[in-house]
């Protein structure tokens, strides 16, 4: 089992910034890919972006690219989204995500434990 925490989120205004982060706990985090999803009001859950489980191999959602910044620390067993240029249409609760595998993938069926969320809110 692997228990998720989210933190970091909050209230900021268009082109501002903010750090998410995810606290790991349970068996080694080492060992599961990484993601973040986010939920809007009224619609799917999506992938934001996802972290291979040595880092490294990151993957993006075109919307987020190049404006989004997804790390890990696996001796703190944290993952973190670095979030830049933010946008009205950034506004949602941001979920992290773990999976068996190294690899990340796009849907949240492959993904084994949730976090509770976190909102981000960005105002125009």
């Known amino acids: 089992q692997v228990q998720l925490v989210e933190s970091g989120g909050g209230l900021v205004q268009a082109g501002g910034s903010l750090r998410l982060s995810c606290a790991a706990s349970?068996?080694?985090?080492?060992?599961?890919?990484g993601a973040w999803f986010r939920q809007a009001p009224g619609k799917e859950r999506e992938f934001v972006a996802g972290i291979r489980w040595s880092g490294g191999l990151t993957d993006y959602a075109n919307s987020v690219k190049g404006r989004f910044t997804i790390s890990r620390d696996n001796a703190k067993n944290m993952v973190y989204l670095q979030m830049n240029s933010l946008r009205p249409e950034d506004t949602a609760v941001y979920y992290c995500?773990?999976?068996?595998?190294?690899?990340?993938?796009?849907?949240?069926?492959?993904?084994?434990?949730w976090g509770q969320g976190t909102q981000v809110t960005v105002s125009s």
């Open positions: 995500a773990a999976k068996t595998g190294r690899w990340p993938e796009r849907t949240t069926r492959h993904y084994d434990y």
């Open positions: 349970g068996r080694t985090f080492g060992s599961y890919a």
